[in-house]
């Protein structure tokens, strides 16, 4: 049986409609997976030799066991921000003689499989290999790095239980970021020595291999409460209950004073508000509004004036960036049947530029108390703001002519992937990248005042420019339209 499900795979993945499509985004993440691969090997062949050089009076083995109690938060923040339960189609195999014990087993041991276990082992083992060299018990080591092993496949399998049970809320990340920064401040600030505790419980793994009978128990709990949680969605009709949810409703007569686009900024607002992925975006403004004060407040960065300016385009430019990059993809449920209404579709893109030129204008006012860490910071924000209303407004709509792949409104937002394609990867050169290059430039020939009159020059020739521009995005769109449609149509 398991063979066949690997067959099914195997052939789900070669098969699938977006398998093509997608074949740039597989080499990207390819190279990636290489990147990591090369990094945690790394890590794990020279971590004896470089805390043994560092600290030659303590011991390597000691203070790895220390130290993993960060290493536990950090996993489960990546795990439930990155790794997702693999599933596969299970509705036609439930039709089949087939018991369903035998397909949630096989789900969760092929998560055991994960690149994300697979990791920890490149430095779990040469770390481990190298302690036996050095003398270290050979038992004990085993045993101690098997306890890593099952620590790494409990965290696994403790993230897809965070996972069922955030899912269901707009806000899914809170729990687990509660949880983690809570334990991290707990032991930052020696309330309870979290650190400590976790590097005595490994320590006394490694002198008393008995006690990994402890961390065995905890992940067959573990397993058995994901396989109780998965078997009891297991039914044909799991997924056919409508959900019954009273549905708020909000004044929006203001908009008609935005003219012929005013029904389309009336479908975007209440698109927003209405759905999980695109109201949980909305809740990302604070990060961009607040970035800049994760880097101001330290010398370094206010040492470096030309750095401003990309805080300054992230900071007025995070909705634009977050709803921008997916248009016209947040429309793709009902594209085809937008497109077969009697409409210019002009007005519709120029309703998007208007909400997004909007939220710049907003985030910028409500930016101006950066203003407290120099008059400058302030100024590289306001030529910010314009070449984000002028330039990328402009060049986002273009990049979104592009898009091509299908968005699940009803998903989290919060790192989540779905419908994301090479566009997105792309678009961040010309948005983040080239803006900063060229204030940097400027700054470094000229000086700080002319680099930020450059910028704000570009931004007001996009905006004295844009009916032009407009003409241009809306041709690019009406050729790309039928591609579009068709695209949206397929299941991605």
């Known amino acids: 049986m398991i063979k066949q499900f690997l067959s099914l795979e195997w052939k789900s993945f070669f098969r699938s409609a977006s398998f093509e499509k997608s074949i740039v985004i597989k080499i990207i993440m390819g190279f990636f997976l290489l990147y990591f691969i090369a990094m945690f090997l790394g890590i794990g062949l020279v971590l004896y030799s470089g805390l043994k050089k560092a600290f030659p009076e303590q011991d390597p083995l000691l203070m790895v066991n220390k130290g993993l109690f960060y290493w536990i938060l950090a996993d489960l923040v990546f795990r439930f921000f990155f790794q997702k339960l693999p599933v596969m189609s299970v509705i036609p195999l439930l039709t089949l003689p087939i018991k369903r014990n035998k397909i949630v087993n096989f789900v969760l041991g092929k998560s055991a499989l994960s690149f994300f276990n697979i990791l920890p082992l490149l430095v779990i083992i040469p770390f481990g290999i190298k302690l036996i060299i050095e003398g270290y018990p050979q038992t004990a080591v085993l045993v101690w790095m098997l306890a890593l092993v099952l620590v790494t496949l409990i965290i696994n399998f403790l993230n897809f239980i965070f996972e069922s049970y955030s899912s269901e809320t707009e806000l899914s990340f809170l729990p687990i970021i509660l949880l983690v920064g809570g334990l991290y401040a707990l032991n930052h600030f020696n309330i309870i020595a979290f650190n400590e505790i976790v590097g005595k419980a490994f320590n006394a793994i490694y002198n008393t291999p008995f006690y990994i009978v402890i961390l065995v128990l905890l992940l067959v709990l573990v397993y058995w409460f994901n396989f109780k949680i998965l078997i009891q969605k297991l039914f044909l009709d799991s997924g056919l209950k409508t959900k019954i949810k009273e549905v708020s409703t909000s004044n929006l007569e203001w908009t008609k004073n935005f003219g012929d686009i005013a ?17 949980s975006s909305v809740w990302l403004l604070a990060i961009g509004l607040l970035y800049g004060w994760f880097f101001y ?22 909705f634009l960036i977050n709803f921008g990059q997916f248009i016209p993809a947040w429309d793709s449920a009902y594209y085809k049947l937008l497109m077969s209404q009697n409409i210019k579709y002009e007005q519709y893109l120029k309703s998007k530029f208007t909400l997004m030129a909007a939220s710049v204008v907003i985030l ?22 314009i070449y984000n209303v002028g330039v990328n407004t402009h060049v986002i709509l273009w990049g979104g002519s592009f898009n091509r792949k299908k968005i699940d409104l009803s998903t989290k937002a919060a790192f989540n992937y779905q419908g994301t394609g090479v566009v997105q990867w792309l678009i961040g050169i010309p948005l983040l990248l080239l803006p900063m290059g060229l204030f940097a430039l400027f700054y470094f020939l000229v000086g700080f005042e002319i680099a930020c009159l450059v910028m704000g020059l570009l931004g007001v020739a996009g905006i004295v420019l844009h009916q032009k521009l407009m003409t241009l995005i809306t041709l690019k769109y009406l050729n790309s339209k039928y591609k579009m449609i068709d695209a949206f149509n397929q299941n991605n």
């Open 263 to 279: 029904p389309f900024m009336k479908l975007d607002l209440k698109l927003i508000w209405r759905n999980k992925r695109t109201k």
């Open 297 to 318: 407040p330290q010398p370094t960065y206010q040492n470096l004036p030309w750095f401003s300016v990309f805080i300054g385009v992230f900071s007025t430019g995070i």
């Open 364 to 385: 910028f006012v409500l930016g101006i108390p950066y203003v407290f860490f120099g008059w400058k910071i302030l100024l590289a924000h306001f030529a910010a703001a």
